[in-house]
């Protein structure tokens, strides 16, 4: 495909004023092996995502696929073992250490996957409100009202500390303390773990809400349907890397509008989609990439896969990381 | 953004290069280690009465041949505080193991049941409420003193934080799903103590028994010092310590000086020990 | 040939020093081959009623029983509980090779069965994804005493092709083997697809 080509494409599908501009972000861990031996692993590689205001963007992935840690990257959270390549752009300024820990808490929210992230001896309006000087506080204090009336919070639950909350509220609370300062950009890292369909309902309702508002939204989950219900693109992790992005439209019928043989495979697997049985499992923090990474348990692969990975390629507004799909729409 | 690869250097590079931390963590306790045991030795080659008496050359400043000077014996400091410091890893470590034991034994009999839980955590509040220096002191002389006195002196009073550290990493893992899983598939309490429990508990037995060597020098030092330690005739740093008082007047200051700097600079080796073992073995720190 | 048949009757149970009842008069049963689901709202009581049933909680009233078990001496218990996060099920300091060993000499075959890799059983646990943990804590619980298997959200973390891969091998080895299993899952589309009857915690829960 010609470098204008996927240009022209791109105008086509331009999408509101880009928040996030993640390129070619790799995430590597240091670990001690044996003894002295200090190895690395790669989790993370190869990393695009673009987010706009306004929108919805699902990064869909299983667990171990390293999808949590593009969350700590963008919010600076690593730990100190990791390494970070790569560019990441806010708002078209380059988004290092310096400039997370200025936004962090303050354009960029994290809503965390568990309670654990609240501090179990405080109170719940403290850690909302956070560490403000007076002046501010009463300005806060109003704000917290408000947000609180939006998720059928109830007044008081700001005198009670976190074990006294049942695990709805604690829920709405986590929204609640990302809500608060008014962020321009979410990360939402697994908020509707082993939920039931109503309190999934309205995790996703207010997702919604965040994003009507003009917020960016990254909704981090392993659960397809969630995805599909709030996203208005979906990116997929396999193995640390992004074999596809495609919008949420795509997910639907029989399911042949997606591109990559996993991501069909992930489809069709859903209960209601036929149950399909899928062989084989996903490599782990792989060193070396002379094949694709989808090789050994592909159905429709050709010989060149077998000794080189394929790049993330555009293909109608869509991305994939695939020659049989390349080769395909070539045609 | 070539991302914080800085911050994979340790201020110390100009010392150790690129060595990662596992290796310069080793490579100091393994020195450290050297320098304790090195000491040991010299002073158990060290006879007290080859320390000849030479009242020619009494009360002389420190000098080449006398780096840390004589006493009014006309006595080498040097190799009086080398043998005195010998004495005290000696005690040091005795008591450490000593007291090492204790904890492990009360740590693991308070998950016996409630009431040996109740007995550990008053017994543990007991000896917390009575101050250290008191109680090694009644015991030592309870038990005539010496060094058997004050080593247990010094175990009595030291099982404390170790014992408490145990018993509530016990408390936890044993709250843990896979030990409840290996008590589903039939494993006995025995089983579980010693597959699950002592190999996560070593790591804290090690170091928490290294961490009680610095106060167990310092309070045999102190107790010593005070005369209820060890006897007059033993060549003990407290000793020394006590001897130079009466000197110190005359202006020999290097009698205190150099046994108190000793004595100091080997707390502060164990102390790194303990420190270094820690990041060793703490797996939140483990790979950084 | 016998029949074997876990009952629970009239289970209630509370948090201590608290009145609100989390479970009251409730009763199930599970027979051997049967697999039944039980759908529920989450902080009804489900992952309660799971504990119980597998031996893992103490104080609650009502009794948990098999019939007509030829009840041998073993110690491991017949029920065998899988939870919904395997990693905190394994010790960290031990590799996998152990943590199967403390269950049960895995044969081969399920190893092959479940596509576990050679290496893999020398790997700590935390250099496993979820998916390949919860495989190993499946086949860990899959001891040949085991009757019964309690399946609280066991694929609820995984993605949507590990869950079908962990179903259809778990649902074919517990035919084989006669084993009953309780499906305890939030999505009712998956009970659906496993079970053969359904139970609804809400009609069984007498709160």
Known sequence: MSEDKINNRENVTKSPKTLLNVSNISISFFQYSKGLKKIVLHVVKELYLDVGEGEIVAVLGSSGSGKSLLAHAILGILPGNSLLEGEMKYNGKILDQKLKEELRGDEIALIPQSVDFLDPLMKIGDQIIGDVTDDKKEGKKREMTKIFKNYNLREDI????????????????????????????????????GLDEKPIEETLNYLKTMANEGRGIILITHDIQTAVKV?????????????????????SGNGNKLLHPYTRALYKALPQNGFKLFEGSQPMNMDKEDKCIYYDRCRQSIEKCSHSNPDLVEIDGMKVRCYVVEKSYEI | MSFDKERFKSPYSFLFGNMNLRTKTLLIISLVGFVLLAIAINSFFINVDNITTNFAIKNSQPSLQHPFGTDWMGRDMFSRTIKGLGLSIVIGGLASILSAI???????????????????????????????ILLIILVSISLGGGISGIVVGISLTHWIPLTRVLRAEIKQINTSTYVKLSKNFGRTKLWIAKNHLLPLLIP???VGTILVFPHAIMHEASVTFLGFGLSPHEPAIGIILAESMKYLSNGSWWLAFFPGLSLLIIV??????????????????ANE | ??????????????????NEWILKDLSISLKDSQVKGLIGESGGGKSTLCKILAGY????????????????????????????????????KWKMKRSLDESWEVSDDILEKFGIKENWLNRWSNELSGGELQKFSIIRA????????????????????????IWKLLLSIAKKRKIGILVVSHDKELVHEVCDEIAHLNDINHV
């Open chain 1, 158 to 193: 700001a005198d009670l500390y976190p074990f006294q909350l049942s695990g709805g509220m604690t829920r709405r609370v986590l929204f609640s303390t990302s809500m608060i300062i008014n962020p321009k950009l979410v990360v939402a890292d697994e908020p509707t773990p």
């Open chain 2, 102 to 132: 204790i904890a492990v034994f009360l740590g693991l009999s308070s998950t016996l049941g409630r009431y040996f839980d109740h007995a550990v955590n008053s017994m543990t509040d007991l000896f917390l409420s009575i101050p250290h």
């Open chain 2, 268 to 285: 502060l080796l164990f102390d790194l020990i303990g420190d270094n073992l820690q990041k060793l073995l703490d797996p939140t720190q």
């Open chain 2, 204 to 206: 804290q037995i090690v």
């Open chain 3, 1 to 18: 040939m016998f029949m074997a048949e876990l009952k629970a009757n009239n289970i209630s149970f509370k948090y201590n020093g608290t």
């Open chain 3, 57 to 92: 909680e103490d104080y609650f009233e009502g009794e948990v029983k098999i019939d007509d078990l030829n009840t041998n001496s073993s110690k491991i218990n017949p029920v065998q509980l899988i939870f919904q996060h395997p990693e905190k099920t394994m010790n960290p």
């Open chain 3, 142 to 165: 899959l001891n040949p005493k085991t009757k019964f298997l309690i399946a609280d959200e066991i694929t609820t973390m995984l993605d949507a092709v590990t869950q079908v891969q």
């Open chain 1, 231 to 251: 996203a208005d693109k979906v990116v997929i992790f396999y193995s640390g890397y992004v074999i596809e992005v495609n919008r949420t439209e795509n997910f």
